[in-house]
């Protein structure tokens, strides 16, 4: 009887090891595979990948740094799972930000990081090279940043002119056209104001964040209104209104409409 219990929990270690083996094959983030997993799936028709962008700045007093890095790669993993055969690409958290000397948007406060645009558009053109010669077929490149999604599209068209048919480029703006409207108009209808809304730091964009990486909220300062100004770096009301619930709206319609885009952009119907 005590041969057959260890065999037994012999047996479930053993199926509970190869479960977990199959999982961190099926992981759809680049970077945790082996070069060999990566190969595998790539043969296997995980064939288009999604570059992640976002970008290091300033959030105000109610967000972190790291925003849109932890957003869009939350996001992504989302996005990738519900497309299928899709790999997710580490994230680019080095974009434009503005000038360094003197100091313009962004960069006017501490811990914003800026490349120029020149050297953001050379990168995301060499990480294209980098993922087509790996086998990729379609990169697709979402940004969760406003302020450089012409870049994307510059981006793509120049690949597609450099690869003539043989992959494929998409600089997917839907992605970040989808976090503006038609959220807002969800939450017009939720009770916002224009004001609760925001443009940065504010509502919507820390309702997002409560739904993606709750982390980098600081939650007991919501409701402090006197912090919510232009130098503190928030364009909007304070985000007292904000939501996790709210915010998973916003998820829901951007995975949706993200999925829709590339599928539309890659012929899949």
């Given at each position: ?166 992959a494929k480029a998409v600089g997917l703006i839907q992605y970040y056209a989808l976090s503006r409207e038609p959220y807002s108009a969800f939450l ?82």
């Amino acid at each position: 009887m005590r041969l057959k219990r260890r065999m037994l929990k012999s047996l479930s270690l053993t199926l509970a090891l190869v479960f977990l083996s199959a999982s961190a094959r099926a992981d759809v983030f680049m970077e945790n595979l082996t070069w060999m997993e990566l190969r595998d799936q790539i043969a296997q028709g995980s064939t288009t990948v999604i570059v992640p962008i976002g970008g290091t700045e300033q959030n105000g007093p109610y967000m972190a740094l790291g925003k849109h890095n932890a957003r869009v790669s939350f996001l992504a993993k989302l996005i990738a799972e519900k497309l299928g055969h899709c790999l997710v690409a580490p994230t680019v958290a080095y974009v434009p930000e503005g000038e360094i000397d003197p100091p313009t948007q962004h960069m006017k406060f501490p811990g914003t990081l800026t490349i120029s645009d020149a050297i953001f558009i050379s990168m995301l053109k060499d990480t294209g090279r980098s993922l087509r010669h790996a086998g990729f077929k379609t990169i697709v490149l979402i940004g969760d940043h406003g302020g450089y999604q012409s870049d994307l599209t510059k981006v793509a068209d120049s690949l597609n002119k450099e690869w003539a048919g043989k992959a494929k480029a998409v600089g997917l703006i839907q992605y970040y056209a989808l976090s503006r409207e038609p959220y807002s108009a969800f939450l017009r209808s939720s009770g916002f104001t224009d004001q609760d809304i925001g443009i940065h730091a504010s509502g919507s964009d820390t309702s997002l964040e409560l739904a993606t990486a709750p982390d980098m909220v600081r939650s007991d300062k919501l409701s402090d209104q006197k912090l919510a100004t232009p130098a503190n770096g928030v364009y909007g009301a304070s985000p007292a209104k904000a939501t996790a619930a709210l915010g998973q709206k916003g998820v829901d319609l951007i995975v949706a409409g993200t999925v829709s885009a590339i599928q539309s952009a890659i012929g899949v119907q």
